[in-house]
């Protein structure tokens, strides 16, 4: 299910910002999207000696081309970067030349730097803030910005000579997992000439990763100095997945329906699935839905975007059933738990639907549609000490401090005195406080 659900970096991000505009990201969550990128990535990370479980690859909706890190744990790519490569072998260098940022500690020294302003540190606790949008598997994230285009890309600018580093550790990494670094040499193929346009002109990674002849030239001398590795299979079908999937629930319907017509492998299947809901057009998508889980039986996802198909449609003892049956197949990924939290909450089952979001949130506690869906079973079940408090960290996650502080307040009226919950909201309420003093 396609949506935004994790906002991570943004206190990062606005150590750089100031007060007058706002930059609108789009953060976009999908589980079998990302359960691909985990498989693509898992070697690389590996190699670079990252921790796999904690490393989190997401996903920006924009159709310029970058990927950045914002910190030791996310990598961020843009959805057309994705679009635009060709390869798995490709990503996996993109992958690998952002692992190596994190693993050098450039990021680290770049943090180190920032947080000995005490100003800068105040910026960024008063700007961490997101606005999320929800629906038709969209939503946006609002980052508190002056000159924000300039800030971000001086804060996420990498040295020549840390590029330099990177390309190095990057085709090392590329090595140790098996895949050929000659994708690292097509990737750079692809921002060859950026530089000569003019700043506005330019995809983001040109000012972010500087990119010279010599750059190049080294790049190519790395590859040519290792054997071609073949493709790797299962990564290249992993990456046909994700890719699928992006773009039908990006592109237009009719552009994934022209292209995927007469394609009846399980990804065929699920691109015109996909592109038959958004059109809308319910009969065809139910009846691609049904033939995408019978050919995949024990697919997690199939279920899941049949349960999404129903949801969307109306149909909520359906969405029930599907999403029931992949929560049984992938019973520890949070985002197909909150789907069917959510079609319980809609088929009129908030007694299950309590539990089922409960275990959502542990999994993924800053996922505001989860909070969101929290709030809404914990009231309709008659505790709304619990909802009013869920509301507000949902608030205070977007960094709406003094919204979340009314809700907080209300929580600490509500809740037991003293209670692990209560503190929580008593957090809440100090920490709005503090931020009206700065």
Not at 280 to 292: C, H, I, S
Request: charged letters at 20%.
């Amino acid at each position: 299910m396609l949506k935004i659900t994790r906002l991570l970096g943004l206190a990062l991000i606005a150590l750089v910002l100031t007060l007058s505009q706002a930059r609108a990201l789009t953060l976009l969550r999908d589980a079998e999207i990302e359960y691909s990128l985990r498989q693509i990535s898992q070697p690389i990370l590996q190699a670079a000696g990252l921790s796999v479980s904690q490393t989190r690859i997401i996903i920006i909706g924009d159709s310029s081309l970058n990927a950045f890190v914002t910190d030791g744990q996310t990598i961020f790519i843009h959805s057309g970067l994705i679009e635009k490569l060709e390869t798995a072998a490709q990503l996996q260098a993109v992958i690998a030349h952002e692992a190596a940022h994190i693993a050098n500690g450039h990021i680290a020294r770049r943090m180190q730097n920032f947080r000995s302003s005490s100003r800068a540190a105040r910026i960024g606790m008063a700007l961490a803030t997101a606005a999320a949008i929800g629906g038709q598997g969209e939503a946006a994230l609002a980052i508190g910005s002056g000159s924000a285009e300039a800030a971000r890309r001086s804060f996420f600018a990498h040295t020549r000579a840390e590029e330099a580093s990177a390309d190095q550790s990057g085709v090392r990494y590329m090595v140790r997992a098996g895949v050929d670094p000659q994708a690292a040499v097509e990737v750079l193929n692809i921002f060859r000439g950026q530089e000569a346009l003019s700043v506005g002109r330019q995809d983001p990674y040109a000012s972010t990763h500087p990119l010279t002849r010599d750059r190049l030239r080294a790049m190519e001398g790395f590859a040519a100095s290792t054997p071609r590795l073949p493709p790797n299979q299962t990564a290249e079908y992993w990456f046909a997945r994700a890719k699928g999937k992006l773009s039908a629930f990006t592109r237009a319907p009719s552009w994934t329906l022209r292209r995927a017509r007469g394609d009846n492998s399980q990804i065929g299947v699920m691109r015109r699935a996909v592109a038959e809901h958004r059109k809308p057009n319910p009969r065809r998508a139910f009846a691609l839905a049904d033939q995408l889980v019978a050919m995949a039986p024990s697919d997690p996802f199939a279920h899941e975007l049949r349960g999404q198909i129903f949801l969307e449609n109306r149909q909520f003892d359906a969405a029930v059933g599907a999403y029931g049956q992949a929560v049984r197949l992938a019973p520890e990924t949070a985002l197909i738990i909150g789907g069917y939290g959510r079609a319980l909450l809609a088929a009129g089952r908030p007694g299950e639907a309590l539990p089922a979001l409960e275990r959502a949130r542990a999994r993924d506690g800053e996922d505001p549609r989860i909070l969101r869906d929290l709030a809404v079973a914990y009231a309709q079940n008659g505790n709304n000490g619990m909802a009013s408090l869920t509301t507000a960290e949902r608030y205070a996650l977007f960094g709406r401090l003094n919204d979340a502080a009314i809700h907080a307040e209300r929580a600490r009226g509500l809740l037991p005195r003293g209670s692990a919950s209560w503190r929580r909201a008593e957090d809440l309420v100090s920490a709005a406080s503090r931020n009206r003093g700065n």
